[in-house]
């Protein structure tokens, strides 16, 4: 899923733990690292966004 992107990725424990935090906080949207910001990206340019997740 990610083989061939650049860039930093979680560790599979990074994010159990913030599913898990965010369960414990009664969290209904979990966001673990950088997704969080590209959540708000989707929102404010939904077309910018799709074109970095496509590599353009």
Not at 13 to 19: G, P, S, W
Not at 25 to 44: K, N, Q, S, Y
Request: net charge positive.
């Amino acid at each position: 899923m990610t083989r061939g992107r650049s860039g930093p990725k979680m560790t599979p424990e990074a994010v159990a733990d913030a599913v898990v935090a965010g369960l414990e906080a009664d969290r209904t949207e979990i966001l673990p690292g950088r997704t969080r910001a590209f959540a708000h990206l989707f929102r404010v340019l939904p077309g910018r966004a799709e074109r970095l997740m496509r590599g353009r």
